[in-house]
């Protein structure tokens, strides 16, 4: 069966730190990956997505970047972090089939605040 | 562009039934997704709908409508452990890239 594992579940980072997030998916393979952020209240917001190795879109323009070294792992990144970068932080894969994309299975998700 | 609209908030009583709205604009449909999202946790995938009409599984039904723009879930039976939010999303950009609602929230009372 599929699973996805990202981590920490939590982070207390400060202004000006760096931040690496990490996400890897098991029991599938080619997966289209995403990182998504959510607000208080709010939905979530597609910040980057995937659809293999070393190819990432960028869906808004910020303070984050992402990577994806291996088939499986994603990594959500920024060498400078924000106040504005609070938020929960979810990674999520999902297939193609006929054309049609599939629904998306998310990791537990990572609180971040900066202070 | 894309556009979804969900009512913010929805309360309804333990055993009975609510059906929670949900209206699209979209520029090439390729389905619309439900999600149950219970605070601080992780959205789980309810449904899909890509063809018009209900689609029931249990005591979670959805509904669609492409020519109006429109979907429902219906959850019957309501239980204490239903109270979460509800996320409507549709996938666009080639199927890629998925829009999420703002969510609904529901809270169930005794």
């Known amino acids: 069966s599929q699973t996805i594992h990202q981590w920490p579940a939590t982070l207390v980072q400060p202004v000006g730190s760096p931040l690496s997030l990490e996400c890897t998916v098991e029991?599938?393979?080619?997966?289209?990956l995403y990182w998504y952020r959510q607000a208080a209240g709010r939905g979530l917001q597609l910040l980057f997505y995937?659809?293999?190795?070393?190819?990432i879109s960028s869906e808004v323009p910020q303070n984050l970047s992402a990577s994806r070294p291996q088939d499986r792992q994603f990594i959500l990144s920024s060498k400078k972090l924000l106040l504005s970068d609070s938020g929960f932080y979810l990674c999520?894969?999902?297939?193609?089939?006929?054309?049609?994309?599939?629904?998306?299975?998310f990791g537990q998700g990572t609180r971040l605040t900066v202070v | 562009g894309q556009n979804i609209d969900q009512p913010t908030e929805m309360t309804a009583t333990e055993g009975a039934i609510v059906q929670i709205n949900c209206t699209y604009q979209?520029?090439?449909?390729?389905?619309l997704f439900w999600y149950q999202q219970h605070a601080g946790e992780a959205p789980t995938f309810l449904s899909y709908?890509?063809l018009d009409g209900l689609e029931e599984k249990g005591r979670f039904s959805s509904f669609l409508s492409r020519s109006k723009g429109y979907s429902y879930l219906l959850l019957k039976e309501l239980q204490m452990k239903d109270s979460a939010s509800y996320l409507c999303?549709?996938?666009w950009g080639g199927g890629f890239k998925t829009i999420f609602g703002a969510g609904t929230r529901l809270f169930v009372k005794a």
């Open positions: 979209t520029s090439g449909f390729n389905g």
């Open positions: 999303a549709i996938p």
């Open positions: 029991g599938t393979s080619n997966p289209n």
């Open positions: 995937s659809v293999g190795i070393g190819q």
């Open positions: 999520a894969w999902s297939v193609v089939w006929r054309s049609l994309n599939t629904e998306a299975f």
């Open positions: 709908n890509v």
